[in-house]
């Protein structure tokens, strides 16, 4: 199988020796981080299975879709809709960009203080690591951040199937008319990819795909509500995580399994630390992986992650787009509004975040909120402080984190995380 594998990264043009070394890194960091916590529960052995093959087996399904007649897709934001994917007879995969890698060769393109999410998408292409981007028929990229479209601009330099998707920055009557064109030019240039067209049989097959896993995520984010938390926030942010790269389908029943078991362990008491450990929440920047940098170091300094308010967590998935519709156009309208609903800090203003934010900390019984910002994303740095304002006005203990994807602040932010958890006990 391992021969079988390296023809395969061969044949997608990967560097097998930087590739190597990046699969090299990951499994390790895999091992002291994940496998190194006790007592998981077992439906756990899921992901890390997936995450075991998530370069092997996972890459194997993709080119067999593809070799059936299917396109796959890439994208790096929730903004892009996989109903319209799905309903055209095409895969979405998240593409990686949760670790450094290539940075030199990436500053000869990007200035040196770009946020590390940009970087790393960068340096996975330039690096020829990712298999999913080389997969990929159509790299969907979109207008959020200025960070990321300026850098979409070069990296249209750099690859021939890339599809600029505009979106709005501001919840108006004018930003959803902006959605709902992008999103009906997206339908079409799907559709001549795949050239299957979307029907409202397929959409609405679709749309009950993509809503079964969001709900079925969604259930699994709730269980953390009790107290003790019947699972990690390392463990669940791998879940949240594992949705952009699995089989739709295949993921929700994984996921409603663990789901059941977590409900036995809340029943018995059970918890993966022990009941009145300090409750974080963290909000902000997504966490790709293999970003895990925070919350291992909130859990190994005493505290558990319940809640995350990003979009690698509840800002993607806790909302579901109505079923009811009967024609395309109506299930398009419902997307529509179902993705609109989306409160990234790329809006202006952008009060529902702060709303959110405020909700989830009284839910999931938070005692303290973790900001998580990457260095230069203006977006979200900027909206940290009135995120610290909206808590302080509920007695929410909230630390504002500034990082990047580097081990080198690990200590610094170790002393200065054990800070904030001894002021929550
Ligand atoms: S909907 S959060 S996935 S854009 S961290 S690249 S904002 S400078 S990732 Fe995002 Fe879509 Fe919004 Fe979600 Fe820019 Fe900030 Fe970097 Fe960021």
């Known amino acids: 199988m391992g021969e079988d594998y390296r023809r395969m990264w061969t044949d997608l043009g990967l560097d097998l020796g930087a590739h190597d070394a990046l699969v090299g890194a990951l499994g390790k960091a895999y091992q002291d981080i994940y496998l190194a916590q006790k007592d998981r529960p077992l439906g756990m052995g899921y992901f890390d299975f997936v995450m075991s093959e998530v370069h092997g087996l996972r890459i194997r399904e993709l080119l067999d879709e593809k070799k059936a007649g299917r396109r796959i897709i890439g994208s790096y934001c929730v903004f892009v809709p996989e109903e319209i994917v799905l309903a055209a007879n095409a895969t979405l995969v998240g593409l990686c960009s949760g670790a450094d890698f290539a940075m030199e060769e990436v500053e000869r393109y990007l200035p040196r203080n770009t946020c590390a999410l940009i970087k790393s998408s960068f340096g996975f292409k330039l ?19 200025d960070g990321k479209k300026k850098a979409y601009e070069t990296l249209n330099d750099l690859v021939s199937n890339l ?19 992008e999103y009906n030019r997206f339908r079409k240039a799907v559709e001549e ?89 963290v909000s902000g920047c997504p966490q790709a992986v293999p970003n895990w940098k925070l919350p291992f170091i909130v859990e190994t300094s005493g505290a558990v992650i319940v809640g995350e308010e990003s979009c690698v967590g509840e800002r993607g998935t806790r909302n579901l787009t109505d079923e009811s519709g009967e024609t395309v156009e109506q299930m398009m309208d419902a997307i529509i509004d179902r993705y609109f609903q989306v409160d990234c800090a790329i809006f202006t203003p952008n009060p529902d975040r702060l709303e959110h934010i405020r909700e989830m900390a009284a839910e999931y019984r938070a005692d303290g909120v973790i900001h998580y910002g990457l260095q230069f994303c203006q977006p979200y740095l900027m909206e940290a402080i009135p995120v610290e304002k ?36």
């Not at 920055?169 to 709902?180: D, H, I, P, T, Y």
């Not at 809503?211 to 709730?222: G, M």
């Open 127 to 145: 690096g020829k690591v990712c298999p999913y981007f080389e997969s990929a028929d159509m790299i969907v990229v979109e207008n959020t951040c």
């Open 163 to 181: 599809y600029v998707m505009d979106l709005p920055q501001v919840k108006s009557e004018n930003g959803r008319e902006l959605l709902k064109t």
């Open 193 to 281: 990819l795949t050239g299957v067209a979307v029907t409202a049989e397929s959409l609405k097959q679709a749309i009950r795909t993509v809503n079964a896993k969001r709900a079925a995520i969604h259930r699994l984010s709730s269980l953390r509500k009790a107290d003790p938390a019947p699972i990690s926030g390392l463990d669940a942010l791998l879940a949240n995580q594992v949705f952009f790269y699995d089989n739709p389908a295949r993921f929700t029943v994984s996921v409603e399994k663990i789901c059941d078991e977590l409900e036995g362990r809340i029943k018995e008491e059970k918890g993966a630390f022990l009941a009145g450990t300090p409750r974080i929440l």
């Open 390 to 425: 909206a808590l302080e006005g509920q007695d929410i203990p909230c630390m504002r984190v500034e990082t990047d994807y580097s081990m080198e602040d690990v200590g610094q932010l170790k002393t200065r995380i054990e800070a904030f958890i001894e002021q929550l006990r």
